[in-house]
């Protein structure tokens, strides 16, 4: 009953900025730990980052100081703001949420709402 709905994906080139939003829609009674997912061509899809109800946020070491992740307290969006690109950073993105996660993860397994995912393409 709950969709997620990803944007702002596109290419770009090395050393730039893209936006990403995703949005919950559907039958949303509560706050929503949410994340974001990449998997990259020919790799396994790996945590990016997550931001608990209480907007506490956890990052992997790859995109650390490079990312951040962040939601809109009054609508059910989350945002990732990626600066500093890399051509590493090509792969399809995926938001996820669930309204049972307290606390941010990087375990997708925790995580039960699925957006279809956003394709990044990052060129040097």
């Known amino acids: 009953q709950v969709q997620l709905v990803e944007s702002g994906g596109g290419s770009g080139q090395s050393g730039g900025s893209l936006r990403l939003c995703c949005r919950a829609?559907?039958?949303?009674?509560?706050?929503?730990?949410m994340g974001w997912f990449r998997q990259p061509p020919g790799n396994e899809r790996e945590g990016v980052a997550a931001?608990?109800?209480?907007?506490?946020?956890i990052y992997a070491d790859s995109v650390k100081g490079r990312f951040t992740i962040s939601r809109d307290g009054l609508e059910n969006t989350m945002y990732l703001q990626m600066n500093s690109l890399k051509p590493e950073d090509t792969a399809m993105y995926y938001c996820?949420?669930?309204?049972?996660?307290?606390?941010?993860?990087?375990?997708?397994?925790?995580?039960?709402?699925w957006g279809q995912g956003t394709q990044v393409i990052v060129s040097s």
């Open positions: 996820a949420g669930d309204f049972l996660l307290c606390a941010a993860s990087l375990n997708e397994t925790q995580f039960y709402f």
């Open positions: 931001i608990d109800v209480d907007s506490n946020s």
């Open positions: 829609s559907g039958n949303i009674y509560s706050s929503l730990g």
